[in-house]
């Protein structure tokens, strides 16, 4: 009798999720692309009500740090855990809260929904090719290629050290997506001169393979998922693996959760020992 690889299995039990994986990085990209085009394209009403490229960049972060909240909150977000980047998932797997297979069908799916999310978009709204908009491209700005790989390399470390502290804390755990967003929107408003923003390596190749974009590609893979894999171990030396609960960014939810769940855990264990307080109480009152 035939048996079925641990890839298969994974896939059938958990194809819900990667299919809100590729779907959200989607959405992610058509808001990026949309917003870029009102932006920043010449014939648009914004731009030429806007003449401050600072300013419309400030309202480029509050609209994608928006984006990126809606998603986090969303019932997709809760279902999946609203990653929607393979630098994330790849840090939570090395972080042990993601089982192999679960990870690599993320990424695959994260990477599919960003490209098509992107050749979506561009085939009913061709102003997102125009060269001032280059299907929002993450290129690095005129410092030049080592200072765009250190500062994704830094606001990366940023965003995962931020997540691992407030989803890790009963106090924050509920605005994690909140406080993300908030970077998210600083970080285009700040940094994006650097370096283009991105983060994110599915969300850079979506872009790149639209604006046939190549040059710098390896910048946006490596810096990324380098920073998110330093804050995830300077997280865990200076508060142990066991204070990663979970890799969601929202867990106080109904939707099931696939990952290693430290609260599932906490779960029997508080009602383990609301058990013995019962039994307890029954035997000294018997």
Request: glycine letters at 8%.
């Amino acid at each position: 009798m035939a048996t079925r690889s641990p890839l298969r299995t994974t896939l059938k039990a958990h194809w819900p999720e990667y299919a809100i994986e590729a779907a959200g990085i989607a959405a992610f990209m058509t808001s990026a692309l949309c917003f870029t085009a009102l932006l920043e394209h010449p014939a648009s009403p914004v731009h030429a009500a806007i003449p401050n490229g600072t300013l419309r960049r400030a309202l480029m972060g509050i609209a994608m740090g928006a984006t990126a909240v809606a998603l986090v909150y969303s019932p997709w977000g809760k279902r999946s855990g609203a990653h929607f980047n393979p630098a994330l998932t790849f840090a939570f797997f090395r972080l042990g809260k993601i089982e192999g297979p679960d990870a690599l069908c993320y990424a695959v799916a994260q990477f599919a929904g960003a490209l098509v999310g992107v050749w979506v978009t561009s085939s009913w709204l061709s102003a997102v090719a125009h060269p001032s908009v280059h299907h929002a491209a993450t290129l690095p700005g005129p410092l030049g290629v080592l200072p765009a790989f250190a500062a994704e390399l830094a606001i990366s470390c940023g965003l995962m050290l931020t997540v691992l502290c407030a989803s890790n804390a009963p106090r924050t755990a509920r605005f994690t997506g909140l406080f993300a967003g908030l970077l998210i929107a600083t970080y285009i408003t700040l940094e994006a001169p650097i370096s283009g923003m991105s983060m994110n390596p599915a969300r850079t190749l979506g872009s790149a393979a639209g604006a046939h974009e190549f040059g710098a590609l390896w910048i946006y893979f490596t810096a990324p998922t380098l920073g998110m894999l330093l804050a995830g171990e300077v997280y865990v030396r200076a508060f142990g693996e066991t204070r990663v609960r979970c890799a969601k960014l929202h867990h106080q939810n109904r939707q099931r959760c696939i990952f290693r769940c430290g609260y599932a855990a906490s779960s029997e264990t508080t009602r383990s020992s609301e058990q013995r307080e019962g039994e307890a109480t029954w035997i000294a009152t018997t």
